[in-house]
């Protein structure tokens, strides 16, 4: 009955509450770099251009795994680091981890590839972004060009004109920028042309539309169509079926992502992956003897 209902409630509660406790204290000994070697790394999910057939860029997508916690999805542990501000030394380790592929990337003979980074709207507003990013470019010596950053429609509901301005620093340093599952949030096409950015990733939310009935299959045509007006390069995410690659390449789509080209991949993998599927546009100068 109900004193029952009330038990089973409370444990699941505790379950809970524990469990958020366990993640804030993993965050808080990656941050503090306490014995965490790999709790926090990258998966790679390959982005293939629509326009040269060949791959173009990885999105760096962030992972947490302990012993105690196992595997825990950045859906999980994201929100965590934002409301307890880990989000900034995590959200740097991000920036380095993804940077420090760059430059294997680089070594390898892959000059155009490029890595595109989420980043939280608490990193953003914080002042010292733009940059702490800047220094790590050059410290790193990575070619901004090669490096994009993912923000959500929803980091323009807040501060308005110091997201804009901090966002047209970085591209004109070069840094892309590329609106995130775009579509579900706050703006919307009727706003799209306020954003000062570089691309548009189309939800899956759009993209998963276009294996149903057929009335939906315009608003992914309108998307690109008003993008490309507007001069934006649009991305499609979350693409898995043949159909869904056939519908982008016949509406003019730029590129896509998706389970169809790969599933987000250890770094290993991600090399082996690009070695095997694209072939780099300098030749590989690792074994030269300019180094000895
Ligand atoms: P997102 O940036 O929209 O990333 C795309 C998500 O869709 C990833 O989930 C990816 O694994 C998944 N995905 C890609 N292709 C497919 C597909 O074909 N089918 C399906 N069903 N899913 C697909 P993931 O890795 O769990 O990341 C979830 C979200 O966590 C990301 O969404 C991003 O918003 C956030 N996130 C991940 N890493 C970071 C980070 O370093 N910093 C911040 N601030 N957020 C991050
Ligand atoms: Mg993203
Ligand atoms: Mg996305
Ligand atoms: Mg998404």
């Given at each position: 009955?109900k004193?029952?209902?009330?038990?089973?409630?409370?444990?699941?509660?505790?379950?809970?509450?524990?469990?958020?406790?366990?993640?804030?204290e993993?965050?808080?000994?990656i941050?503090?770099?306490?014995?965490?070697?790999?709790?926090?790394?990258?998966?790679?999910?390959?982005?293939?251009?629509?326009?040269?057939?060949?791959?173009?860029?990885?999105?760096?997508?962030?992972?947490?795994?302990?012993?105690?916690?196992?595997?825990?999805?950045?859906?999980?542990?994201?929100?965590?680091?934002?409301?307890?501000?880990?989000?900034?030394?995590?959200?740097?380790?991000?920036?380095?981890?993804?940077?420090?592929?760059?430059?294997k990337?680089?070594?390898?003979g892959?000059?155009?590839?490029?890595?595109?980074?989420?980043?939280?709207?608490?990193?953003?507003?914080?002042?010292?972004?733009?940059?702490?990013?800047?220094?790590?470019?050059?410290?790193?010596?990575?070619?901004?060009?090669?490096?994009?950053?993912?923000?959500?429609?929803?980091?323009?509901?807040?501060d308005?004109?110091?997201?804009?301005?901090?966002?047209?620093?970085?591209?004109?340093?070069?840094?892309?920028?590329?609106?995130?599952?775009?579509?579900?949030?706050?703006?919307?096409?009727?706003?799209?042309?306020?954003?000062?950015?570089?691309?548009?990733?189309?939800?899956?939310?759009?993209?998963?539309?276009?294996?149903?009935?057929?009335?939906?299959?315009?608003?992914?045509?309108?998307?690109?169509?008003?993008?490309?007006?507007?001069?934006?390069?649009?991305?499609?995410?979350?693409?898995?079926?043949?159909?869904?690659?056939?519908?982008?390449?016949?509406?003019?789509?730029?590129?896509?992502?998706?389970?169809?080209?790969?599933?987000?991949?250890?770094?290993?993998?991600?090399?082996?992956?690009?070695?095997?599927?694209?072939?780099?546009?300098?030749?590989?100068?690792?074994?030269?003897?300019?180094?000895?």
């Open positions: 009955g004193d029952f209902a009330i038990c089973f409630y409370d444990e699941e509660l505790e379950a809970s509450v524990n469990r958020e406790r366990d993640i804030v993993a965050l808080s000994a941050a503090a770099d306490r014995k965490t070697d790999n709790h926090l790394f990258l998966q790679y999910q390959p982005i293939l251009s629509l326009k040269t057939g060949r791959i173009c860029g990885f999105e760096a997508l962030a992972r947490l795994k302990t012993a105690k916690l196992g595997l825990v999805s950045p859906v999980e542990f994201i929100p965590i680091a934002e409301k307890t501000k880990f989000i900034l030394p995590l959200g740097e380790k991000v920036i380095v981890k993804a940077f420090c592929f760059l430059n990337l680089k070594e390898l892959y000059d155009e590839i490029g890595v595109s980074i989420n980043i939280s709207i608490i990193q953003l507003l914080n002042p010292t972004f733009a940059n702490r990013l800047f220094t790590l470019i050059k410290e790193m010596e990575v070619n901004p060009e090669n490096v994009a950053i993912e923000l959500t429609e929803s980091v323009f509901a807040s308005y004109d110091s997201i804009n301005n901090v966002i047209a620093h970085l591209r004109k340093a070069g840094i892309q920028i590329a609106i995130d599952d775009f579509g579900t949030g706050y703006s919307s096409l009727a706003r799209e042309k306020e954003l000062k950015v570089d691309c548009m990733k189309i939800d899956k939310y759009f993209i998963d539309k276009l294996l149903g009935v057929d009335p939906h299959n315009a608003i992914t045509s309108d998307i690109i169509s008003i993008s490309h007006k507007l001069g934006h390069c649009t991305i499609a995410e979350g693409v898995e079926h043949d159909l869904q690659l056939e519908y982008l390449k016949e509406h003019d789509c730029d590129r896509i992502q998706g389970y169809l080209i790969s599933k987000p991949l250890d770094e290993d993998d991600a090399i082996k992956f690009l070695e095997r599927n694209c072939t780099p546009t300098r030749s590989n100068e690792k074994d030269g003897t300019d180094h000895n």
